[in-house]
Nanobody, 128 residues
Framework: QVQLVESGGGLVQAGGSLRLSCVDS????????VGWYRQAPGKQRDLVAT???????NYADSVKGRFTISRDNAKNTVYLQMNSLKPEDTAVYYC??????????????????????WGQGTQVTVSS
């Protein structure tokens, strides 16, 4: 059973910035693809950004150019730097540290969590 602790959320005005952190208690963090998800009221939990063991990153179109995912393997921590925040970024943000790359016949490849395990999340609220 892993433990995930997300932090760094808060209330900011549009155009502001936040830096989220997620600390993993597991033992294989440096070898894993990890990522950030978010869930807004009435919406499903959606993948925001990923970073694999080599440092390759991917982002949802809605956050490209504004968010940056990074990792510090010595601290078992993944970060999400969020700049130029918009009200539509308002959501609870979660990390997942056990992502698996899936391949489909037609739609290519995508990441899914290996385990359906989530921490408390951290609330990000962007006011207009």
């Amino acid at each position: 059973q892993v433990q995930l602790v997300e932090s760094g959320g808060g209330l900011v005005q549009a155009g502001g910035s936040l830096r989220l952190s997620c600390v993993d208690s597991g033992t294989t963090f440096s070898m894993n693809a990890v990522g950030w998800y978010r869930q807004a009221p009435g919406k499903q939990r959606d993948l925001v950004a990923t970073i694999n063991s080599r440092g390759t990153t991917n982002y949802a179109d809605s956050v490209k150019g504004r968010f940056t995912i990074s990792r510090d393997n010595a601290k078992n921590t993944v970060y999400l730097q969020m700049n130029s925040l918009k009200p539509e970024d308002t959501a609870v943000y979660y990390c997942n540290v056990d992502l698996v790359l899936k391949t489909g016949l037609y739609k290519g490849s995508w990441y899914e969590p290996l385990y359906d395990y989530w921490g408390q999340g951290t609330q990000v609220t962007v006011s207009s």
